[in-house]
């Protein structure tokens, strides 16, 4: 029913559903372990600082009400006016305006939980990165004023959090793809809020982990290509190596998943999250058949390679690969979309006999 785009693809928590391809089956559990809450006290002194606030019932509901967009919590909001006068049952006239004889539109206010979030906002320097218990609502930086995640007030969050299928999928889908039949085990939502920090997408890289092994590294920004990864190649891999294996390793609490990290320009690396080892995660450059199977993840390689076990890593080699921001498909309508990409036949269909009407008007006015 709603108008954007619904399309299967995530990020912070990026979900592509594989067609054709049965991979080794992803337990709740696991996906519970990877959120946000669960892992922070463990690996806090290797990632950004944060703080973690429970998300009110009647914040939630407000989140998930499917209506007008309406954002609470700014200092001084917009308001939506409606006249009382020169109105008709057909057409109702909507109006921006201070008349004290109009109808106001208001959202609702949460000043308890405004006033948690202003402090913890504060306490972190004054801007925040939000996310939820898995999903940042990176699909929705395109509707802030500032085209950024980067948020200082809380109406900046409810912007971003409303408008984000990804934040959606967190509270209607946070176990699809998993293969338990046993009840969904509860979740307590939680708003997270992490320091802003300026990353610069090149220094960002997945890394995929099999049994505690490290089997593969990804570029995280794949639509791009940046020549200093290509340069440092071999750096960066003893580097993620040596961090993995120094903090991470036997320390999570599972032996599959999938973690992100940032390599600053002076080679130090931080944590950034961990995600699930399955299709409900974004694979980048791999496929999650290579990962599973852990066939053909290094192409063509030596036998002293495949001996030292090393992981695969993949990343953009020119800038003739180069591709769109796979984002760009949220910021225009969902029929679009599904017109160029074959989503939906009927609507080809039905826009094809649309063209050959107007074409045959058009032939027959002249």
């Given at each position: 029913s709603c108008l954007w785009c619904r399309f299967e693809l995530v990020v912070g928590r990026d979900l592509f559903g594989l067609k054709g391809f049965k991979q080794d089956s992803m337990k709740k559990d696991q996906v519970m372990k990877c959120q946000f809450s669960a892992w922070y006290p463990l690996f806090k002194q290797h990632t950004i600082r944060s703080v973690v606030l429970p998300i009110p019932r009647n914040v939630i509901d407000y989140l998930l009400d499917d209506g007008t967009l309406v954002v609470s919590g700014s200092e001084d909001p917009p308001r939506c006016i409606q006249a009382d006068n020169e109105s008709s049952d057909d057409e109702e006239e909507v109006q921006w305006s201070d008349d004290e004889n109009t109808t106001t539109l208001t959202a609702p206010e949460f000043p308890e939980f405004a006033n948690e979030v202003q402090e913890a906002i504060n306490s972190l320097g004054g801007s925040v990165f939000p996310k939820m218990n898995w999903s940042a609502p990176r699909d929705a930086h395109w509707i802030a004023l500032n085209s950024s995640l980067k948020c200082k007030t809380l109406s900046d969050i409810f912007l971003l959090f409303k408008s984000s299928d990804f934040i959606m999928r967190d509270f209607t889908q946070p176990f699809i793809h998993c293969t338990d039949d046993s009840l969904d085990p509860p979740v307590e939502y939680?708003?997270?809020?992490?320091?802003?920090?300026?990353?610069?997408?090149?220094?960002?890289?997945?890394?995929?982990?099999?049994?505690?092994?490290?089997?593969?590294?990804?570029?995280?920004?794949?639509?791009?290509?940046?020549?200093?990864?290509?340069?440092?190649?071999?750096?960066?891999?003893?580097?993620?190596?040596?961090?993995?294996?120094?903090?991470?390793?036997?320390?999570?609490?599972?032996?599959?998943?999938?973690?992100?990290?940032?390599?600053?320009?002076?080679?130090?690396?931080?944590?950034?999250?961990?995600?699930?080892?399955?299709?409900?995660?974004?694979?980048?450059?791999?496929?999650?058949?290579?990962?599973?199977?852990?066939?053909?993840?290094?192409?063509?390689?030596?036998?002293?390679?495949?001996?030292?076990?090393?992981?695969?890593?993949?990343?953009?080699?020119?800038?003739?690969?180069?591709?769109?921001?796979?984002?760009?498909?949220?910021?225009?309508?969902?029929?679009?979309?599904?017109?160029?990409?074959?989503?939906?036949?009927?609507?080809?269909?039905?826009?094809?006999?649309?063209?050959?009407?107007?074409?045959?008007?058009?032939?027959?006015?002249?």
């Open positions: 939680e708003l997270v809020l992490r320091k802003w920090c300026e990353l610069i997408p090149g220094g960002e890289f997945r890394c995929f982990v099999k049994e505690n092994k490290l089997i593969g590294i990804s570029q995280r920004d794949y639509t791009q290509y940046y020549d200093h990864i290509n340069k440092q190649k071999a750096d960066v891999i003893n580097s993620l190596e040596e961090f993995f294996k120094q903090h991470i390793q036997y320390k999570f609490l599972d032996e599959d998943f999938v973690f992100d990290v940032y390599r600053d320009s002076m080679g130090r690396v931080w944590l950034i999250d961990f995600n699930p080892f399955g299709e409900v995660t974004d694979s980048l450059l791999f496929t999650w058949e290579e990962l599973v199977s852990r066939q053909n993840l290094t192409g063509i390689e030596s036998e002293e390679d495949r001996n030292q076990d090393c992981p695969a890593f993949r990343c953009t080699t020119s800038e003739v690969t180069v591709q769109p921001s796979p984002y760009l498909s949220y910021r225009i309508p969902k029929d679009f979309v599904d017109l160029t990409t074959g989503e939906d036949a009927f609507k080809l269909i039905d826009f094809l006999k649309l063209k050959r009407n107007e074409q045959e008007d058009s032939d027959n006015e002249s």
